[in-house]
């Protein structure tokens, strides 16, 4: 069983940046493959981005490379997400994902692959 809490969502300006938090209860953490999704006013939750649970392998949705960057902190119990030129149509709610089974590496956008969310955090991007 994982928890997991995300924080460091708010309000920034269009161009601006912010880095999420996603910390994990449990010892086993480290044997996680994490993932971070978000769901906008009205639309379908979607994949982000997602990292491997030795942190070697990251995987994004093509909107955000280049852009954002997920990290973990296996020591931490903690994976980040820094986020750079925000968009006004980034704002949504951000979610933290813990995968258990280890099949990232095809099925890391996929959210029936994820077995524990965090409540999420609100990320608003201002024009």
């Known amino acids: 069983q994982v928890q997991l809490v995300e924080s460091g969502g708010g309000l920034v300006q269009a161009g601006g940046s912010l880095r999420l938090s996603c910390a994990a209860s449990?010892?086993?953490?480290?044997?996680?493959?994490m993932g971070w999704f978000r769901q906008a006013p009205g639309k379908e939750r979607e994949f982000v981005t997602a990292?491997?649970?030795?942190?070697?392998?990251?995987y994004y949705a093509d909107s955000v490379k280049g852009r954002f960057t997920v990290s973990r902190d296996n020591a931490k119990n903690t994976v980040y997400l820094q986020m750079n030129s925000l968009k006004p149509e980034e704002t949504a709610v951000y979610y933290c994902a813990a995968d258990a089974n280890h099949r990232i590496t095809t099925l890391a956008r996929d959210q029936m692959e994820y077995d524990y969310w965090g409540q999420g955090t609100q990320v608003t991007v201002s024009s």
């Open positions: 449990g010892r086993t953490f480290s044997s996680y493959d």
């Open positions: 990292i491997s649970w030795g942190g070697g392998s990251m």
